[in-house]
């Protein structure tokens, strides 16, 4: 579960002045259907019983949890876990409808744009809504790691004049983002479940994980990511955001992928800042005379979202000859 010290982020005074009017009028809103749970609406004994008078009997954790700690516990929780828990009761769903629970979940989803900026795509293009901004808006999800496999072909020793054997090689590219901008990066031809505990910022270079930074415009996603060495290379990657389902934002479609010499200024600024140094570049553009700008367009395939608690059960962990049926192209 994430603390509450994961959702500080800092709100301009008008905007959370009028964030809190709203919060108000949310509790205070006068809403009769809400009297008849559990008051008005009392089941009684079958017909014909010895006893027909009516009875209550709400859920045994309405009896033990007051109102203001269940709202804690929500407010403690991933926005995903809060759609499940809406599930349970009506009283919980309704209660998980709360805009600031959503409110939490997009500041941090895109804090990378900024409160302001913000505030004003809620306020144009969602209805001021933030449950309906945080399914409609196309956003990296980020408790989880994208994986894309790749296959290529590669020829043999030819023992035998009359065959000429061939080998399928098969790798992964990992990606897991960072609502702060940054991203980490590998290439390798582990499963996920032996990649998942190499991805986090205590890893090392040996270890083949690369930081870099990305930005997201609607649904497209600039990211970058500087192969340090005797030959410092970037990785330019352009993608665009999409789901399977409404909300979902579980695929993500590879555009384009490049590499690029750089100079050795450029290869010596933070690893979070390479994307501002090559943003502007062309495509066929390098500023290493040893490292030209190459393009693979070969056997790109979309990025697949995998939860961390799906880590261990996915399906890049079979075999190369079983994922074919399983993993969508």
Same mark, same amino acid.
């Given at each position: 579960?994430?603390?509450? =010290?994961?959702?500080?982020?800092?709100?301009?005074?008008?905007?959370?002045?009028?964030?809190?009017?709203?919060?108000?009028?949310?509790?205070?809103?006068?809403? %009769?259907?809400?009297?008849?749970?559990?008051?008005?609406?009392? %089941?009684?004994?079958?017909?014909?019983?010895?006893?027909?008078?009516?009875?209550?009997?709400?859920?045994?954790?309405?009896?033990?949890?007051?109102?203001?700690?269940?709202?804690?516990?929500?407010?403690?929780?991933?926005?995903?876990?809060?759609?499940?828990? =809406?599930?349970?009761?009506?009283?919980?769903?309704?209660?998980?409808?709360?805009?600031?629970?959503?409110?939490?979940?997009?500041?941090?989803?895109?804090?990378?744009?900024?409160?302001?900026?913000?505030?004003?795509?809620?306020?144009?293009?969602?209805?001021?809504?933030?449950?309906?901004?945080?399914?409609?808006?196309?956003?990296?999800?980020?408790?989880?790691?994208?994986?894309?496999?790749?296959?290529?072909?590669?020829?043999?020793?030819?023992?035998?004049?009359?065959?000429?054997?061939?080998?399928?090689?098969?790798?992964?590219?990992?990606?897991?983002?960072?609502?702060?901008?940054?991203?980490?990066?590998?290439?390798? =031809?582990?499963?996920?479940?032996?990649?998942?505990?190499?991805?986090?910022?205590?890893?090392?270079?040996?270890?083949?994980?690369?930081?870099?930074?990305?930005?997201?415009?609607?649904?497209?996603?600039?990211?970058?990511?500087?192969?340090?060495?005797?030959? %410092?290379?970037?990785?330019?990657?352009?993608?665009?955001?999409?789901?399977?389902?409404?909300?979902?934002?579980?695929?993500?479609?590879?555009?384009?992928?490049?590499?690029?010499?750089?100079?050795?200024?450029?290869?010596?600024?933070?690893?979070?800042?390479?994307?501002?140094?090559?943003?502007?570049?062309?495509?066929?553009?390098?500023?290493?005379?040893?490292?030209?700008?190459?393009?693979?367009?070969?056997?790109?395939?979309?990025?697949?979202?995998?939860?961390?608690?799906?880590?261990?059960?996915?399906?890049?962990?079979?075999?190369?000859?079983?994922?074919?049926?399983?993993?969508?192209?």
């Amino acid at each position: 579960m994430a603390s509450r =010290s994961d959702f500080a982020l800092s709100v301009p005074s008008e905007l959370e002045s009028v964030l809190r009017l709203r919060t108000v009028d949310y509790f205070i809103t006068r809403r %009769p259907w809400l009297d008849l749970y559990g008051i008005n609406v009392r %089941p009684v004994a079958p017909f014909g019983s010895a006893s027909r008078k009516p009875y209550v009997e709400s859920a045994l954790i309405h009896q033990c949890l007051p109102d203001e700690l269940l709202f804690e516990v929500f407010a403690r929780m991933t926005p995903y876990d809060l759609g499940k828990a =809406s599930c349970v009761c009506r009283k919980w769903r309704y209660t998980i409808r709360n805009p600031v629970f959503w409110r939490i979940a997009c500041l941090k989803a895109w804090q990378v744009s900024g409160v302001v900026e913000n505030y004003r795509i809620l306020q144009s293009k969602y209805d001021g809504s933030w449950r309906k901004m945080w399914l409609s808006r196309p956003r990296l999800r980020t408790d989880g790691i994208y994986v894309s496999r790749n296959t290529y072909i590669r020829a043999g020793v030819a023992e035998w004049k009359v065959t000429n054997p061939v080998h399928l090689v098969c790798y992964f590219r990992y990606m897991r983002f960072f609502p702060s901008g940054r991203f980490l990066y590998k290439n390798s =031809s582990q499963k996920i479940k032996d990649v998942v505990k190499f991805m986090n910022f205590r890893s090392s270079k040996v270890d083949a994980v690369f930081g870099g930074h990305y930005t997201l415009s609607d649904d497209k996603v600039e990211a970058a990511v500087l192969y340090p060495g005797m030959r %410092p290379t970037v990785l330019r990657i352009r993608l665009r955001v999409r789901g399977t389902t409404a909300g979902a934002n579980n695929r993500m479609d590879l555009i384009s992928l490049v590499t690029s010499g750089v100079n050795s200024s450029e290869a010596s600024v933070p690893e979070e800042d390479i994307l501002g140094v090559v943003e502007g570049w062309q495509d066929d553009e390098t500023h290493n005379p040893d490292v030209p700008a190459v393009s693979h367009k070969r056997g790109m395939t979309p990025f697949v979202f995998v939860p961390f608690d799906q880590v261990e059960t996915s399906v890049f962990n079979l075999p190369v000859e079983k994922m074919d049926y399983y993993v969508p192209g």
